[in-house]
C-alpha cells in the first residue's frame, strides 16, 4: 500500500507539473522582476507608482517560490543521504549563487553611476564577496537560503513533522513582525521564508491532493480572503507588527496563487505564463543585471512623467527583464557551466540542459533532466 500511495503521489506530481506549479511560479517570478523594476526605477526619479498597493506583490511570489521548492525538493530531503544532498541541490545553489553574485559585483564595481540599492552591503564593496558565505547580501539571497532550508529541514526531517512546520512558522511570525530582528535584510527573510519550504517538504502529499480536488469556486473564495488581508494590511499599517498578521497574508496569497494558477492552467493565455515558470532560473538570474542599466538610461531623460507614464515605463523594463531572461533560457544548452556547476555539464556540453526555476537546480544528468521535465 505504502509503495502504491507513493507512486499515485509522483504521478499526482507529474501531472501538475507543467499546469499549475509552472503557472504560478510564471506569475510570481514576473511579480519579482516588476517589483526590482520599480525599485531601480525610483532611484532615478520614476515615481514608484503602486503605493501602499506594492503590499499585493511583497506577500506572494517568495513563500510560493519556497513553497514550490519544498515540493520538488520533497524525496530528495526526506529520504536522499547527506551525499546526495548535497551533490544535487546544496552545491548546485551555492555554485550559481557564488558565480552571479560574482557576476553583479563586477557590474556594480566597474560600472559604479548604476543606480543601485540599499542593502546589507553596497553593491560594489568586496566586501559582499568575502562575506557570501555567511551574509548573502545581494539579491541572489534567494539561492543561499534555498541551500540553506535544503540542509537545514534534511537534518530536522525525522521530527514531529507538524512540531517542525509549527516551530518553522512561529519564528516566520517573529520575524515579519519585526519581534525578532536580525539587523540584516537577507537573514530576516531567511527567517521569514524558511516555514514555507519546510511545508512544502513534509506536507507534500495532502498539498498535491488538496489542488487535485480543488475547484474553480475555491479559488474565488481564496482570492478574496487573500485580498481583504492584504488590503488591511497596506491600510493598516499597525497590524504589521503583530505577530501572525504577515503570516496570514503570506498563506492566504500563496493559496490563491495555487488555485487561480490550477483554474487557468489549460488555458491558452496561460501558455506564456508557463514558459516562464519553467524559464524563470534564468530570468531570476539575469534580471538584476538588466533592470539596473535599463534604469540608469532612463535617468538620462531626467524623468518627471505623469503617473500613467511611470507605470508604462515600469511594464516595459518588466518585459524587457523577462525576454532577456527567456533569451537566455533559450541558449542554456550552450552555456550549461551559468547554471550548474562545471563538473556536472562537462560530459554532457553536447545535451540539452534544462533551465527550470529557482525552486530546483538544473539536473545534472539527461535522463534525471527528462525526470524532472515530466513532472
Not at 501538475?16 to 525610483?42: K, M, N, P, Q
Not at 537560503?145 to 530536522?156: M, Q, R, V
Amino acid at each position: 500500500m505504502t509503495a502504491v500511495a507513493s507512486a499515485s503521489s509522483r504521478a499526482g506530481l507529474r501531472s501538475h507539473r507543467l499546469g499549475w506549479a509552472d503557472v504560478a511560479r510564471g506569475v510570481a517570478i514576473i511579480a519579482v522582476v516588476y517589483f526590482h523594476a520599480t525599485l531601480f526605477l525610483e532611484v532615478v526619479g520614476v515615481d514608484r507608482t503602486l503605493g501602499r498597493a506594492k503590499a499585493l506583490l511583497e506577500l506572494v511570489p517568495l513563500p510560493a517560490f519556497f513553497l514550490i521548492a519544498g515540493l520538488f525538493s520533497s524525496r530528495l530531503v526526506k529520504e536522499g543521504s547527506f551525499r546526495e544532498l548535497t551533490k544535487k541541490r546544496v552545491v548546485p545553489l551555492l555554485y550559481v549563487y557564488v558565480l552571479w553574485s560574482l557576476f553583479r559585483f563586477a557590474m556594480f564595481a566597474l560600472f559604479p553611476s548604476l543606480p543601485s540599492r540599499a542593502t546589507d552591503i553596497a553593491a560594489g564593496d568586496p566586501l559582499s564577496l568575502l562575506l557570501l558565505p555567511v551574509l548573502p547580501a545581494s539579491l541572489y539571497w534567494f539561492l543561499y537560503a534555498l541551500a540553506l532550508s535544503t540542509l537545514l529541514t534534511w537534518i530536522l526531517r525525522r521530527a514531529p513533522r507538524w512540531l517542525l512546520g509549527a516551530a518553522a512558522a512561529a519564528a516566520s511570525m517573529l520575524f515579519t513582525s519585526g519581534v525578532v530582528n536580525t539587523g540584516t535584510i537577507a537573514w530576516n527573510r531567511i527567517g521569514t521564508l524558511f516555514v514555507f519550504f519546510v511545508v512544502g517538504v513534509l506536507f507534500r502529499s495532502e498539498i498535491i491532493r488538496l489542488m487535485t480536488r480543488a475547484r474553480h469556486w475555491h479559488a474565488g473564495v481564496a482570492v478574496g480572503i487573500y485580498l481583504a488581508i492584504a488590503l488591511a494590511l497596506a491600510l493598516a499599517r499597525p497590524l504589521l507588527t503583530i505577530p501572525g498578521t504577515v503570516f496570514l497574508g503570506q498563506v492566504a496569497g500563496v493559496a490563491a496563487l495555487l488555485l487561480v494558477a490550477k483554474s487557468v492552467q489549460d488555458l491558452r493565455a496561460a501558455r506564456t505564463l508557463v514558459r516562464c515558470g519553467r524559464a524563470s532560473l534564468a530570468i531570476y538570474l539575469s534580471h538584476i543585471l538588466v533592470i539596473p542599466p535599463l534604469a540608469w538610461l532612463i535617468g538620462l531623460f531626467s524623468p518627471s512623467w505623469p503617473t500613467v507614464v511611470n507605470i508604462l515605463i515600469a511594464v516595459a523594463v518588466t518585459a524587457v527583464a523577462v525576454a532577456v531572461g527567456l533569451g537566455l533560457a533559450a541558449v542554456a544548452p550552450r552555456i550549461p557551466w551559468l547554471f550548474s556547476p562545471p563538473w556536472t555539464t562537462a560530459r554532457r556540453r553536447s545535451r540539452s540542459v534544462p533551465i527550470t526555476s529557482p525552486t530546483q537546480p538544473a539536473p545534472t544528468s539527461s535522463r534525471r533532466a527528462a525526470s524532472n521535465m515530466r513532472r
